[in-house]
């Protein structure tokens, strides 16, 4: 079942900040962020993990509530190269992973 | 290091004929996936596997095979190719053990006509 994302598109200028969240019907024991530019493939920005061990990219945070299944994305003084459309999902299992539909930023100079 | 690799890039396929897509990774990765990507949709798992000789079916299997030889091949078959097929795929591997990163390669854009 796919965690549901929101908002579903956000328009930034640069420098703004934007917030983009994940909830799950499911329990959740970690999340993964990727983020995909248009035409190209999905890149990792980060995993959260139980306990709040995150891994990944260093300009980006993001928080993760066990109890109410859902993560947050926190994107500060945003860049055009943070155009985008951000995937989150539950953690992997055999390496599978599984997304939401996505929440498309736009940067605008 | 070239990551994961994915061809064709682009295809067009007629209803009906059969291909593969081609991925190879070059990380030593266990585990290997399939993914297609429709407008609107996110990626949907289609088959993976957690090692040579290890395959198993994801979310959207119909009309697709797969098998794993080796450690850095996972070919996905079209058995026998139809409109609804026509889609971006991606190719993605990882380490064992789980909550790693997840490499994907550039996609192959099919189109069934």
């Known amino acids: 079942q796919q965690p549901v994302q929101s908002p579903q598109a956000v328009i930034l200028r640069e420098g703004e900040d934007a917030v983009i969240n994940c909830s799950s019907s499911?329990?959740?024991?970690?999340v993964h962020w990727y983020r995909q530019k248009h035409g190209e493939a999905p890149v990792f920005l980060m995993i959260l993990l139980k306990g709040g061990e995150q891994k990944g990219h260093e300009k980006i945070s993001a928080s993760f509530n066990e109890k109410k299944q859902q993560s947050s994305l926190y994107l500060t003084a945003s860049q055009l190269s943070y155009s985008g459309t951000y995937f989150c999902g539950p953690g992997t299992s055999y390496g599978k992973l599984t997304f939401g539909q996505g929440t498309i930023l736009t940067v605008h100079p | 290091n070239a990551g994961v690799t994915q061809t064709p890039k682009f295809q067009v396929l007629k209803t009906g004929q059969s291909m593969t897509l081609q991925c190879a990774q070059d990380?030593?990765?266990?585990?290997m996936s399939w993914y297609r990507q429709d407008p609107g949709m996110g990626l949907r798992l289609i088959h993976y596997s957690v090692g040579a000789g290890i395959t198993d079916q994801g979310e959207v299997p119909n009309g697709y095979n797969v098998s794993r030889s080796t450690t850095e091949d996972f070919p996905l078959r079209l058995l026998s190719a139809a409109p609804s097929q026509t889609s971006v795929y991606f190719c993605a591997s990882s380490y064992r053990p789980e909550n790693t990163e997840a490499f994907f390669g550039q996609g192959t854009r099919l189109t069934v006509v």
């Open positions: 499911k329990a959740l024991y970690s």
């Open positions: 990380m030593n990765h266990e585990y």
